[in-house]
């Protein structure tokens, strides 16, 4: 029996960007983080938190806090992308490894935009096995240069969403250097099952986020036809344990892994009132740990 670590996010604070006058600032952020009674967070958007190692580890230090990972975007897809990931990608790296996490967690760019427009064609067959060739190369490079694990997280209106795009990225993609940051809502989002891929690929479950969706809100966006950040802002993801999926059963079926998993609270609520997010993370954390989660510590 494996164990499930419960840590949380600067996305559950309603924070997207790295600056943006809607958003917690950061030292509420980690102090709410604390308070709540987590011990792990996510570095969220580069820039958000101090980017000098020295000082956030002081921060997280004096909070009693430690990091499990950092996120990022990569444009892998595309034939010129390389440069442009690689030189997003490094800063993240670069500081995440020196806040001694293990894990980074790198998401596909888009294909629909807010407005619920194409703005770039799917990937065909062909577009996926190099996609997955590429993501392979990039995990291997950041191995290899920061000592990190690549989980690859797929996401709603991206070219890696629904559960045959995802199935597919883990067979064009090596998992030596490359597994998946499981995110509950972004798979129950896109029709997916979370239960079905842990059961089929449960060597490569690296890394996990935990949200609910609300399927009201969902199937009203689909009737719709918005992007996934409109349907944030209607509250599409929602606090446990009032959507889907059943969290219960995914952290049973985590901890029956042979290995020990980051399960990071990932709410989406941008935008959000700032006397929002610390009541439902508290809340959240004591639902999850009551389910079976590793809690906090």
């Known amino acids: 029996m494996g164990r499930v670590d419960i840590g949380t996010a ?6 997207w960007f790295a600056d943006d006058p809607q958003q917690t600032s950061w030292t509420r ?4 983080a604390a308070a709540a009674g987590y011990t792990r967070i996510e570095l969220g958007p580069y820039g958000y ?11 997280l230090d004096q909070r009693g806090l430690t990091m499990t990972a950092g996120t990022t975007f990569e444009q892998l897809h595309r034939p010129d992308g390389w440069d442009a990931t690689w030189r997003d990608v490094v800063r993240t790296a670069e500081l995440t490894a020196a806040m001694g996490a293990k894990h980074l967690v ?24 190099r996609h997955g060739q590429a993501v392979t190369e990039l995990g291997r490079w950041l191995a290899e240069e920061f000592g990190l694990r690549t989980q690859y997280h797929p996401h709603a209106d991206g070219h ?14 090596d998992g030596t250097f490359v597994n998946l940051c499981l995110d509950t809502g972004h798979i129950s989002y896109c029709g997916g099952d979370n239960l079905e891929l842990i059961r089929t690929y449960p060597d ?41 999926p059943e969290l219960p059963p995914v952290l049973d079926a985590l ?27 508290e809340r959240t954390l004591a639902y999850l740990t009551a389910c079976g989660g590793g809690g906090s510590r």
Request: hydrophobic residues 40%; negative net charge.
């Open 10 to 15: 600067p996305d559950s604070w309603g924070v």
């Open 29 to 32: 952020f980690l102090d709410e």
């Open 49 to 59: 938190l101090p980017t000098d190692p020295v000082r956030l580890k002081d921060e």
């Open 106 to 129: 790198v998401m596909p760019s888009m294909w629909r935009g807010d407005n619920g427009e194409v703005v770039e064609e799917r990937l065909d067959h062909e577009g996926q096995v």
């Open 160 to 173: 890696v969403d629904t559960q045959d795009t995802v199935e597919r990225f883990l067979e064009e993609t």
């Open 204 to 244: 490569r479950i690296g890394y996990v986020h935990l949200k609910q969706v609300d399927p009201k809100i969902l199937a009203d966006a689909e009737a719709d036809g918005i992007g996934f950040d409109e349907a944030v802002r209607r509250g599409v993801m929602c606090e446990p344990p009032n959507g889907v």
């Open 255 to 281: 901890a029956a892994l042979d290995a020990d998993v980051f399960a990071i609270v990932e709410q989406d609520m941008y935008p959000c009132s700032p006397d929002v997010p610390l009541p439902i993370a």
